[in-house]
């Protein structure tokens, strides 16, 4: 069974819209928690992370977690056509070092 | 900037044949990994390395074992190829922590025929 579960599978927001991506892990033990970004034909690349409960922003991309629920989501506002990619959650447990687990992804597609 | 390479890009070839992998990361990480990604994007880890030591051993086939001559170098080989092992084996280094960002070389795609 998947630890790891995103939702949704995918998903398309006008150009300017707001993205919204979710990841919940059904391990108790999970610590910490990523989101990557793979565009088509490329490798992922970390976009950002987050180990405490509360809301992180960068730029257009802010993430929240709750580890209560060990639900985590990524926010994209003003997306741009260049944010069309998969989208990958993953998590560790801290007692588990070297092996991260991801979700299936949410592919996102922006429509001009 | 790519700092974790991988030989080759592509590799296609047939049932029972054996294949070798080749990643070498150059960010002075000490853990790397192994990563298979199916069709459906699904990334699972395969094997973890940090100093040469095996730390994360998934439950995979015997026919695949990583070989580590450094902390900068990971191979994996595959004895006998199967059918199901047509993938995108991705290959990716951190420092050692469970807190610390994985970065991903290309990617090796293997088709099986």
């Known amino acids: 069974q998947q630890k790891v579960q995103q939702s949704p599978e995918s998903l398309i927001v006008p150009e300017g819209g707001m993205a919204s991506l979710n990841c919940t892990s059904s391990d108790r033990n999970v610590d910490y928690f990523w989101w990557y970004r793979q565009h088509s034909g490329k490798s992922p690349k970390m976009l950002m992370s987050i180990f405490s409960n509360g809301e992180k922003e960068e730029g257009r991309f802010t993430v929240h977690l709750n580890k209560a629920s060990l639900h985590t989501s990524l926010h994209i506002r003003d997306s741009q056509p260049s944010d069309s990619a998969l989208y990958l959650c993953a998590a560790s447990m801290h007692y588990n070092q070297g092996k991260l687990i991801f979700g299936q992804g949410t592919k996102l597609s922006i429509k001009p | 900037e790519t700092a974790v390479f991988q030989t080759p890009n592509y590799h296609v070839t047939q049932v029972g044949n054996e294949v070798s992998f080749n990643c070498k990361q150059t960010?002075?990480?000490?853990?790397m990994y192994w990563y298979k990604q199916d069709s459906k994007k699904l990334l699972k880890i395969m094997f973890s390395y940090n100093n040469k030591q095996l730390i994360v051993n998934e439950t995979v086939p015997r026919r695949f074992s990583p070989q580590s001559s450094d902390k900068a170098h990971l191979n994996l080989r595959i004895k006998s190829v199967e059918p199901e092992d047509s993938a995108v084996y991705l290959c990716a280094s951190s420092y050692g922590s469970s807190q610390n960002t994985l970065y991903f070389g290309a990617g090796t795609r293997l088709s099986v025929l």
């Open positions: 960010l002075g990480h000490d853990t």
